[in-house]
């Protein structure tokens, strides 16, 4: 009965923000992402041609996320719409399958190679969704959104092709410049913990282990035995720092150094990393690069 009047609702909203759609016909390169990260990738590859909206900003859990009615109208006024998929958007998935009937709507995540998705202990998930983590998976999904881009306005192709051969290069050396900041820390301390677990695909590509104390999903649990179990861990590998994220809350790791605390080690916080929001619009951590490169030099110069 929930699921049918929240299904009623939805209807009822879209058909609420239908009055606002243009009604010319013009197509005027509306594109809307959930997050930053689609929404950055958009950007780049559309340059001046897209009128390009995220609907996630920093500091948001696409986790948790649920639409409100101005996303409705957003989504409604689209042309196209892109999301991450993988379940990272799991509150809208009821929305997206309604707007597909009318529009374009691209879950990216499906556009990757299964075998480089990594598999998830996480009930309801069946695939990590955090890919943008793994810059090679990423490239992949700029491919997609060029791909997709191109068929919805052909007369823009050759500068989107153009635009996507140039943000490629600048993926590639990103990973470059990450994997030369890398060697400053020595293999041994290459042990990333944080929040909950959204630098897997990091870890796997860049060489680290990964530990989290909440699950995939922030909607995951975590108890005393885990703040437990993570502190052993810590005091067992003397570990000197962990991270915060910009989207999930602190409290969890303060309970953590506070337990190693007690146990006679001492461990400080060693910076906020971006995982699953970016930075504000406007700023180096707003864009997908400026992240990356934010998240490594966090990394390095707090674990090195």
Not at 42 to 47: L, R, V, W
Not at 98 to 120: F, H, I, N, P, R
Not at 143 to 153: G, N, Q, R, S
Not at 179 to 184: G, L
Request: aromatic content about 8%; proline content about 2%.
């Amino acid at each position: 009965m929930k699921r049918l009047l929240g299904v009623i609702v939805l209807m009822m909203l879209l058909f609420g923000c239908s009055a606002e759609k243009n009604e010319t016909g013009k197509r005027e390169g509306n594109v809307v992402a959930t997050t930053g990260h689609i929404a950055d990738v958009i950007k780049e590859i559309g340059g001046g041609h897209l009128t390009v909206t995220a609907l996630m900003g920093p500091g948001v859990d696409p986790h948790l996320y649920k639409a409100t009615q101005s996303d409705l109208s957003k989504l409604e006024n689209a042309e196209v719409i892109f999301y991450n998929g993988l379940q990272l958007e799991g509150q809208m998935l009821d929305i997206f399958d309604q707007m597909s009937k009318d529009k374009t709507v691209l879950a990216v995540g499906d556009k990757l190679d299964k075998d480089k998705l990594l598999d998830s202990e996480d009930e309801g998930l069946l695939h990590d969704p955090h890919i943008w983590f793994n810059i090679d998976l990423w490239k992949q999904v700029v491919d997609a959104v060029t791909e997709t881009l191109v068929k919805e306005y052909p007369e823009y192709k050759d500068d989107f092709q153009a635009n996507e051969t140039a943000f490629l290069k600048k993926l590639d050396e990103l990973q470059t410049y990450a994997q030369e900041r890398i060697k400053e820390i020595p293999e041994k301390q290459r042990i990333l913990v944080t929040a909950h677990d959204a630098f897997n695909y990091f870890g796997e590509s860049q060489g680290f282990e990964v530990r989290g104390l909440q699950g995939l999903s922030t909607e995951a649990e975590y108890g005393v035995k885990d703040v437990q179990e993570m502190v052993d861990f810590l005091v067992e590998h003397k570990i000197k720092a962990i991270f915060v994220e910009s989207s999930v809350s602190d409290k969890a790791m303060k309970a953590v150094i506070e337990g190693a605390k007690q146990k006679g080690h001492d461990i400080v916080v060693g910076g906020e990393l971006f995982s699953d929001a970016m930075g504000a619009e406007g700023t180096k951590e707003g864009t997908y690069v400026g992240m990356y490169e934010h998240n490594i030099d966090t990394i390095v110069d707090a674990l090195k």
